[in-house]
């Protein structure tokens, strides 16, 4: 039982979804999951248990920023013996044909972040999804008619930055879109010699000025949920 999550032995399942919202995590568990059952709420960072398609899947919320997802992949990878952990989350456009409501699959994930730079020593890693599942979510989001975007992303440490245009050098060297958790959880699934990758949906654009509600974030985006459910299982 670890301190963050609590969950008893067995209660999470090797494939798991990682939203950064844990009221996605409640909505995931309520409309796909069959049978499913809360097995933490400590901090109100909500994880659930069920089945999809008959096989167990589990949800648990990570909330924001790399320091938060380090905390709850360290845990479930250690602890609780994850073995495929697929965020779904959000991110700001960063290109001109990355729409907003986009799905994004993040091949890799560069990071302005310090968490690596101590990691290792001050060199510099390259925090890479797992091939399987970036091309198990490629497969099936076609064959569902949907076509996502395949590339870097950006983890930033920041949501509000000192200067509002440095996604601009991202961007100029073909950066698709920016988010927050993507490289601390490519680097520790690394680490643990697990699977991992994000499922992005494009809630906004830097370069429109385009915008989602909170709501429709947490509440639609189905595509990119479905996509990563099936991939979960597969």
């Known amino acids: 039982m670890s301190i963050h999550i609590a969950a008893k032995d067995g209660e999470i399942a090797e494939a798991v979804l990682l939203p950064g919202d844990p009221l996605r995590a409640k909505f995931v568990a309520e409309k796909y999951l ?12 909500l994880g659930y248990t069920g089945t999809y398609r008959g096989k167990r899947v589990s949800v648990q919320g990570t909330g924001m920023g790399i320091p938060s997802i380090s905390i709850y992949a ?12 697929i965020r779904i989350g959000t991110a700001g456009s960063i ?11 993040a091949m ?15 060199r510099n ?5 797992s091939f399987s ?9 076609v064959s569902k ?11 930033n440490d920041m949501f509000y930055t000192e200067d509002p245009e440095d996604w601009k050098l991202w961007a100029k060297f073909g950066c698709l879109a920016l988010e927050m ?45 479905e996509t990563a459910l099936e991939t979960a299982i597969s």
């Open 34 to 45: 069959k049978d499913a059952f809360q097995y933490t709420n400590v901090r109100n960072i």
């Open 74 to 85: 360290n845990e479930l990878f250690r602890e609780y013996g994850v073995k495929r952990a």
């Open 95 to 105: 290109q001109d044909n990355v729409k907003l409501r986009d799905m994004v699959l």
């Open 108 to 122: 890799s994930a560069s990071t302005d972040s310090g968490a690596n730079k101590i990691r290792f020593g001050g």
């Open 125 to 129: 890693y390259a925090p890479t999804a």
């Open 133 to 141: 599942l970036l091309k198990t979510a490629w497969d099936i989001a």
């Open 145 to 155: 008619g949907w076509q996502p975007k395949v590339g870097p992303v950006v983890s």
């Open 181 to 225: 958790e993507c490289a601390e959880l490519y680097t520790l699934a690394a680490k643990y010699g697990r699977e991992a990758l994000s499922i992005l949906t494009i809630s906004d654009s830097m370069i429109t000025g385009e915008s989602t509600s909170s709501e429709e974030r947490q509440n639609t985006f189905t595509n990119m949920m």
